[in-house]
Nanobody
Framework: QVQLVESGGGLVQAGGSLRLSCAAS????????MGWFRQAPGNEREFVAA????????FYADSVKGRFTISMDNARNTVYLQMNSLKPEDTAVYYC?????????????????WGQGTQVTVSS
């Protein structure tokens, strides 16, 4: 049984930083893709960042480019999202997602596995 467990969310002031972690268990995604999405109240779930395990290729939403960094630890089967220069509009529940094969990497429906989400709140 595949499980994705996120951690690291919390409350931070604007301009601050947080690091989210997503630990995968039950299998590895060494040839797949893992990503982060977020959903604010009343909004659709939106793409934040993704990484292809086999190539290390990175993908970011324009809204977070230059502020967020996605990385992976193969030994720990874990993906991280380092979030710097946080803004109030970054407030959302952040979800980790994984899939074996994803061509449309920014489309949430293309991912097979999801974590339970972790709340990130940025105060102004």
């Amino acid at each position: 049984q595949v499980q994705l467990v996120e951690s690291g969310g919390g409350l931070v002031q604007a301009g601050g930083s947080l690091r989210l972690s997503c630990a995968a268990s039950g299998r590895t995604f060494s040839r797949g893709t893992m990503g982060w999405f977020r959903q604010a109240p009343g909004n659709e779930r939106e793409f934040v960042a993704a990484i292809r395990w086999s190539t290390g290729a990175l993908f970011y939403a324009d809204s977070v480019k230059g502020r967020f960094t996605i990385s992976m630890d193969n030994a720990r089967n874990t993906v991280y999202l380092q979030m710097n220069s946080l803004k109030p509009e970054d407030t959302a529940v952040y979800y980790c997602a994984a899939a074996d094969t994803v061509l449309q990497i920014r489309i949430s429906a293309r991912y097979d596995y999801w974590g339970q989400g972790t709340q990130v709140t940025v105060s102004s």
